[in-house]
């Protein structure tokens, strides 16, 4: 059976150091289900024949159709089919529902979630970490926590990984506690600590640096996490190689760490947009004096936060291509913040984690907006392409709107119009739309 929990990273590839680096979480894989079949050799145009289904005896072909059902149209009558199927079904049948009701947010099914996480079956807890995770369920908050020391390895994982996604402050020294060390889980922590960024997480994460049960690969991987939050080019992660021995790179210099505490102290108080206009200009000298070995870095970033750039190359640096890079930042540098962000050949997509730093509720506001001029302004099958290499904006308007009224790629015609209405209804109730 297909599962979407994450095992070993150095065995499934779920992680990625550059990814870390960065500054963005690695997409949920997605999962061939049954119900795929429905979806993609079928599709809404057999509406009525899916439909039938639903009173299939068989309950396999009875999920698969329901979960096609929900997808497409976000039917009423096939929520109500899987909603029965999670109470009721044996075995594996009953997690697969329970894991398609979390991943749609089906706020009905959450109180199923948190008996789950005290389940003999390992299987279960998994799926128990995942529904109180996405449901948010604070009064689970300290079940969700004990799940991280949980003895299946997958349980545990995937409780970091829910961790990352609701980044609670009640988690962080949990979090550091793991990233500092060589355990198996952490670089999952390296991953869910990139969501903790406010001045007070900035505190801890620079405490961290100072634990002394931290090893050399450890506090590598809270630079870099100090460095994408911040947009601080980070040259002692130059050649690092997170995957081998701690031996592989020169360990973290005193200096490096008072270079670190000097420019915190520096712009401790300074609001997100002083702070990421320095830090922007900061990376754009470097890349442009060619300065070894950081120039890589900053091409590196520079190149991931304004996609639509030809300029910013990590490995090669020609004089055209120079001249170009200050042109470019002349011409933008003393332009406010967000329109630096969100003006080609910068992507909302690219730079959503800074615009959250900016301004939560304008972020939200511009991630739907893209999301609803997308569907009006582009047919559906430019919507792979668009989506290549980072989440999909879905995906994102999901995150922050912790709901979800369905994916308009799923479906078309007067259902996928149906979606989108339910997801303009949502953000007129938001206030972030007319």
């Not at 009701?101 to 128990?128: C, H, K, M, Y």
């Amino acid at each position: 059976m297909a599962t979407i929990l994450r095992g070993n990273p150095s065995e499934t590839g779920a992680f990625s150091w550059g990814c870390l680096v960065i500054g963005h979480l690695p997409p949920e894989p997605r999962v061939k289900e049954p119900s795929d079949v429905f979806l993609r050799k079928a599709g809404p145009d057999f509406e009525p024949e899916i439909r039938n289904c639903l009173r299939s005896d068989d309950p396999r072909v009875r999920q698969a159709a329901a979960r096609a059902l929900v997808e497409m149209f976000r039917d009423e009558e096939a929520l109500e089919v899987l909603r029965g199927e999670a109470r009721e079904a044996p075995g594996p049948l009953r997690a697969g529902v329970l894991r398609f009701l979390a991943r749609i947010r089906d706020v009905p099914s959450a109180d199923l979630f948190p008996p789950l996480l005290q389940d003999e079956n390992p299987l279960l807890r998994q799926i128990g970490v995942l529904g109180v995770g996405r449901f948010r369920l604070r009064s689970h908050l300290p079940d969700l926590l004990s799940r991280v020391t949980d003895l299946d390895p997958t349980t545990a994982s995937l409780a970091v990984a829910a961790l990352a996604e609701w980044h609670p402050a009640e988690a962080l020294p949990l979090l550091l506690t793991l990233a500092v060390r060589d355990g198996p889980l952490a670089e999952e922590a390296g991953y869910a600590l990139l969501r903790y960024r406010s001045r007070e997480d900035l505190d801890a994460l620079l405490a961290a640096l100072e634990d002394p049960r931290a090893t050399e690969v450890g506090k590598k991987r809270l630079l870099g996490v100090l460095s994408s939050v911040t947009l601080r080019e980070g040259p002692e992660l130059v050649g690092l190689r997170i995957s081998g021995p701690a031996a592989s790179s020169p360990p973290v210099s005193p200096q490096t760490l008072a270079d670190w505490k000097r420019w915190w102290k520096k712009h401790r108080l300074d609001p997100p947009a002083v702070r990421i206009r320095a830090s922007l200009e900061e990376l754009v000298q470097t890349y442009v004096r060619h300065q070894e070995p950081r120039w890589h870095y900053a091409g590196s970033i520079l190149h991931r936060r304004f996609p639509g750039s030809s300029c910013f190359d990590a490995t090669y640096l020609s004089p055209t291509c120079r001249e170009r890079t200050l042109s470019w930042w002349a011409s933008i540098q003393n332009l406010p913040v967000w329109e630096i962000l969100t003006s080609e050949p910068a992507t909302i997509r690219a730079n959503v984690d800074l615009l959250d730093d900016l301004d939560p509720l304008q972020c939200k506001r511009e991630v739907f907006a893209a999301f609803d001029a997308m569907w009006r302004r582009y047919p559906p099958q430019s919507w792979p392409a668009w989506d290549s290499g980072t989440p999909s904006l879905h995906d994102l308007l999901v995150e922050r709107a912790g709901v979800d009224f369905g994916d308009p790629a799923m479906s078309k015609g007067e259902p996928r119009e149906r979606i989108l209405e339910q997801w303009r209804a949502w953000a007129r109730r938001e206030g972030i739309w007319p």
